[in-house]
T-cell receptor, first 110, second 114 residues
Framework: DAKTTQPTSMDCAEGRAANLPCNHS???????VYWYRQIHSQGPQYIIH???NNETNEMASLIITEDRKSSTLILPHATLRDTAVYYC???????????FGTGTLLAVQP | DAGVTQSPTHLIKTRGQHVTLRCSPI?????VSWYQQVLGQGPQFIFQ???????GRGNFPDRFSARQFPNYSSELNVNALLLGDSALYLC?????????????FGPGTRLTVL
């Protein structure tokens, strides 16, 4: 399973876009990039996943570089409720365990 | 539809005791995975079950065991509790349909071992 690297923490102003980077330079061709977030003491919440194309849903956008060695999760208009730890995970899918790192603590400031 | 449910929400046990945690997956989901999250760290994979069979096991001692029932619900059992077993125990369910599938997590059970 590919290891991912994320910054420990980031700040973002409320209403602005939050761009969370993730490096996964050893990702294999059949591994997807998954993003989850965890608000204090709650279960992780699924956000989005992608293989090589950019993806968008109602929560966020995922931009994956052409060489697939890195990606960026974009929250277009961050709110205070988006303050959480964000995890970037490389996984082959549901039959593969999710390997969580320490994630990025995103603090949205008023 | 209801999400993944776990019970109990909180639990306090003493060292050496045994504990059983329960998980009900999302309706229509056939696989359940268990994770342990100690304070300050990301969740760590313990088990995955699909159609009542163990499909994967993380690096945890034999004191940890699990099973899945015909209705796809699951139990995680931990024997001979140690102080280090204090953690948030998370259950995730997966439909196991067209790949890639997604794991959806429950709210967790907070276990405190005294």
């Amino acid at each position: 399973d590919a290891k991912t690297t994320q910054p420990t923490s980031m700040d973002c102003a409320e209403g602005r876009a939050a761009n969370l980077p993730c490096n996964h330079s050893t990702i294999s061709g059949n591994e997807y990039v998954y993003w989850y977030r965890q608000i204090h003491s709650q279960g992780p919440q699924y956000i989005i996943h992608g293989l090589k194309n950019n993806e968008t849903n109602e929560m966020a956008s995922l931009i994956i570089t052409e060489d697939r060695k890195s990606s960026t999760l974009i929250l277009p208009h961050a709110t205070l409720r988006d303050t959480a730890v964000y995890y970037c995970i490389a996984s082959r899918g549901a039959t593969n365990k999710l390997i969580f790192g320490t994630g990025t603590l995103l603090a949205v400031q008023p | 539809d209801a999400g993944v449910t776990q019970s109990p929400t909180h639990l306090i046990k003493t060292r050496g005791q045994h504990v059983t945690l329960r998980c009900s997956p999302i309706s229509g989901h056939k696989s359940v995975s268990w994770y342990q999250q100690v304070l300050g760290q990301g969740p760590q994979f313990i088990f995955q079950y699909y159609e009542k069979e163990e499909r994967g096991r993380g690096n945890f001692p034999d004191r940890f065991s699990a099973r899945q029932f015909p209705n796809y619900s699951s139990e995680l059992n931990v024997n001979a509790l140690l102080l280090g077993d204090s953690a948030l125990y998370l259950c995730a369910s997966t439909r196991m349909g067209k790949a890639p599938d997604t794991q959806y997590f429950g709210p967790g059970t907070r276990l405190t071992v005294l």
